[in-house]
């Protein structure tokens, strides 16, 4: 899946084909709390398909970053008692922190309170005032004091009160600026259904895209951007307005194209820079929660106000949620889990292994920390780990760690000569788990993949009892066929296993003394090198060194 851009840019003087960037996106974290378990999951998520990208030989862009502005995060400081922009500094920098200790590699880093962020909103705010996108009206109503929003009929409940999640509500009168969205839902649901034809949906999965199409057809009204400086400081002064600031999502999700190089005093798509239009469209990691209406509706429309023509529009990639005991996670409700804890106690790659192991791209799963426990140890220590160690120890003890190359063509025909013959060289299961990894971005099913694999070597061990063959002479040949396919089969699998378990790949390869210049680096992976039989005949490998201890349950988990 290479993409091509058409490059026009004067220097070039004519058009050419230039392999175009894989540009990937999360949503930006709200900085009024610190980092949970389920943003710590949607990063893992992203930097595992940039991981992937990078591994193809793409050129990526991988932007994710935090979401500074808001009620909430005023009414945070106040409680803190420090002024907003010092309380965000601190919670900034944990999810920094989090991001270095659990690997996630972005190359740009989003923070909308940054100059560079401010003058694209505005910049973008005037030309859609001056275009008449953007109103002053005065709105009645009742509106909830705890959610800051206006209420309608279609929130009260079937007693016809407003339920207490809304907190106090009262009768207000206000003006506001509005943005006009109602006008172009006959173009979003043509954009929905002309995508849905083609190969990149708007949305995946495909249910998200059926729930995104019904709440379009029942779009109406349009998107209040503004609360008046009285009542919330904490945000960007409108540039035709200053008793006002802009309220959320022109802020947040503007983001996207802010730090991708967008210039908001250019008009039209087609004369951004060269750099920009390299990287967009975005592919667009967000949570279940903001699908409707602010990535779906608000932010497909705003795109399409600005210029963006429909072969521009992003592709939105919904991931479900981590929940705790079958309960949403929330701060109010105490149920949080603090990825930070978890990483000290288990370590980077549990953390990562479990989170992209043990949910489908798409659904929701029950977090618990006993199976993470529980399936590091499974998967990793008892299977991938034990046949690193057991594989090195046998070319160590029979062979002085020297691997010999035998073709297993070459081997007298018996059932074990039959079994190493259909797998050397047989990617089939590594190539249908990639494939259902590209349709869903479902790491797991790429994962399962790799871990058949290991199981099946360790399966081949067992039954080719390496042990029993050094004692003979007569087998010399099958025992060095045995040890170059687990040799070669762990150096596949280290590849394919890399976007996950950077780490261990990098164990895995060490241990295999391979690549040894490119140590620590991630260019020391490749999807074309993931070939069968690039380990020479005579390598000499590396001694075993134990790539995951088992974790000991602690029984108060
Ligand atoms: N700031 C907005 C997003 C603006 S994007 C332009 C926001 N922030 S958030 O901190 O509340 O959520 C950030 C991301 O984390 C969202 O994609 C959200 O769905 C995701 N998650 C929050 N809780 C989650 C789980 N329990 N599980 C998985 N992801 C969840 O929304």
Known sequence: MVLFATVTDSRYRCNRKMPKTFFITTAIDYTNSPPHIGHAYEKVLADVIARYHRLKGDKVFFLTGVDQHGQKVQQSAAKAGVPPAEFVKGITQKFVDLWKKLDVKYDEWAETTSERHK?????????????????????????????????????????????????????????????????????????????????????????????????????????????????????????????????????????YITFAGYDPKVDTYEAQSQEFRDRWPALQIIGKDILVPAHGIYWLIMLHAIGFPNNQMPQLLVHGWWNLGGAKMSKSAGNVVDPNALVEKYGTEAVRYYLMDRITTGQDADFSEKFLV????????????????????????????????????????????????????????????????????????????????????????????????????????????????????????AIWISPVLPKAAHGIFDQLNWKMELSGKEERFSLADAEWGRLPDGHVVGKPIPLFPRIEIDEGV
């Open 119 to 255: 003058k694209v909103v505005q910049g973008i705010l005037q030309r859609l005032f001056d275009a008449g996108e953007i109103y002053k009206d005065r709105q009645a109503g009742y509106y909830s004091v705890r959610q800051e929003q206006f209420l309608t009929d279609k929130e009260r409940g079937p007693d016809g009160e407003f339920g207490p999640e809304w907190g106090q509500v009262e009768f207000r009168e206000e003006e506001n600026y509005y943005f006009k969205l109602e006008g172009r839902k006959k173009w979003l649901l043509d954009l929905i259904d002309e995508r849905a034809r083609g190969k990149k949906p708007v949305v995946i999965p495909d249910f998200r895209q059926t729930e995104l199409r019904n709440a379009v057809e029942k779009l109406s009204g349009d998107l209040c951007i503004s609360r008046p400086k009285s009542r919330l400081s904490w945000g960007i002064e409108l540039p035709f307005d200053n008793d006002f600031v802009n309220y959320v999502w022109f802020d947040a999700l503007t983001n």
């Open 374 to 493: 529980s399936y590091h140890n499974w998967d990793l220590a008892d299977q991938l780990g034990n046949l690193l160690n057991r594989t090195l120890n046998m070319v160590h003890r029979y062979r002085d760690g020297i691997i010999r190359r035998v073709n297993p063509e070459d081997l007298p025909e018996n059932d074990l000569q039959k079994e190493l013959r259909n797998w050397s060289g047989d990617g089939n299961e590594f190539e249908a788990g990639m494939k259902l990894f590209l349709e869903g971005f479902n790491p797991r099913s790429w994962l399962n993949a790799a871990m058949a694999r290991v199981v099946g070597c360790n399966g081949l061990v067992e039954m080719s009892a390496p042990w029993k063959l050094a004692k003979d002479e007569q087998q010399e040949k099958l025992l060095d066929a045995v040890l170059y396919h687990l040799a070669e089969s762990l150096r596949i699998i």
